[in-house]
């Protein structure tokens, strides 16, 4: 029975930490001179991107070949998809070459857990619609162990998730692993940017960042902000939107200096961060996509070495 | 059913003796580095490490540890985990390298913990330093310092710790 990653929720706790624990072992590899190890050389791995992406793609292919895994890329715009072969044909012809692992991202809620129904190999989700992005939320969870030196948990850690959290995947599982860790996310955002049905007793909500700044937080996090909301009226102007919940020079010049910013990128400048992240000395934004490597290796050797979690016989 | 085979005091005149053993072969600890294979080579590779300052206080040796579970040959065969970074403390480039483990068996541990090594440098020897050599080796591999050499079958368990050496 193969292991796959699909969403925080089924990780759980402990699941978040074997991982973060692994992500160690990992980055001190990818500092070394020659940063590539033969964990995973009999193993391959295929990304499946029916969306487009090139960070996520790159990342988990720099990931796999630092462990030494053959790596294969299926890019939707050249492939049988557009010739009206359906998404399982796809996925068992690909499985009959030989994948031990996917990496999947689809615009639909859901596919990943489709594939790892139609495949014995492994299928690590990196992205589903709206819905989730596991690996995102456990390198935003690793940036902040680092950076904040937090081996043990976040308890007592306050988080600001700022902006479109209705249509942000990242939001949600990023959420799901600082939560699972012991941190307190308040989600910020206008009224028409969170989920419908939002049950306000599970995390606090608020529509005022000024006011949650002020409270004080340790992390903030800023999510993309899109504009293709502005048209589809969801917010009157970015302008307004950055008026009231970007981070604009005023805001920054309030943080703490060790205030963490982290945002998922690619950034909006102007719209989301209206201020030079390089002049903010908690800015981890570069160190968020470095990470995204060592927290990608423990994934992928995670999924494709069985039973990982008992000790090794000497 | 756990019997002890060797006792604390055996295991710490062990560990004095291959510190003798150790500074004599190398004549002078001149570039030696003693590196704990993790997670069972660390506490001796560290009690070699204080016995050696505590006989010659001129001389000290650097102890690191290295993590050899992504250099295994039997990932995805039987269960493995690194547990701990890896920290070789000194430049492997032209070093001699005592790799230190609690029990030797297989020789497969030591042989990734060789490769692994490899990848941080090209040292000049590379020396092995075991408590308990339990045979049944699958490799050419030798201790070059041993603390008990024990017949044991392959399907016994050999725990070695600074509190003795058991076999179940």
Sequence with gaps: MSRSLLSIEELGEVGVRRILDLADTMAEVNRRPNPKVPALRNKTVCSVFFEDSTRTRLSFETAAKRLSADTMTFAVSQSSLSKGESLRDTVETIAAMGVDAFVVRHRSTGAPWLIDGWTQASVVNAGDGWHAHPTQGLLDAYTVRTALNRPGGFDGLRVAMVGDIKHSRVARSTTAAFEALGATVTWVAPTTLLPPAIDESTRPISDDLDAVLADGVDVVYLLRMQNERMTEALVPHLREYTMRFGLTPERAALLEPQTLVMHPGPMNRGVEIAVDPAELPGAVITQQVTNGIAVRMAVLFDVLSPDSDQEALS | ?168
């Excluded at chain 2, 993590?67 to 070093?95: F, N, Q, T």
Aim: charged fraction near 25%; proline fraction near 5%; aromatic fraction near 2%.
């Design chain 2, 1 to 168: 059913m756990t019997k002890r085979v060797l006792s604390p005091d055996d295991v710490r005149r062990a560990t004095t003796r291959m510190a003798h053993e150790i500074i004599e072969r190398n004549q002078g600890l001149d570039g030696v580095i003693l590196v704990g294979i993790q997670t069972g080579g660390v506490w001796l590779a560290e009690a070699l490490g204080a016995e050696i300052a505590r006989i010659d206080a001129d001389s000290s040796v650097p102890v690191g540890s290295i993590d050899a579970s992504l250099y295994r040959d039997d990932i995805g065969i039987r269960p493995v985990s690194p547990s701990a970074v890896s920290e070789l403390k000194a430049d492997v480039e032209g070093a001699t390298i005592v790799l230190v483990d609690d029990v030797l068996f297989t020789g497969r541990t030591v042989r990734a913990a060789m490769d692994a090594l490899g990848d941080y440098g090209r040292p000049k020897a590379i020396q092995l330093a075991v408590m308990v050599d339990r045979g049944h080796r699958e490799l050419p591999i030798r201790p070059d310092f041993v603390g008990k050499n024990l017949p044991t079958s392959a399907d016994e368990n050999v725990a070695a710790t600074c509190d003795g050496v058991t076999i179940a």
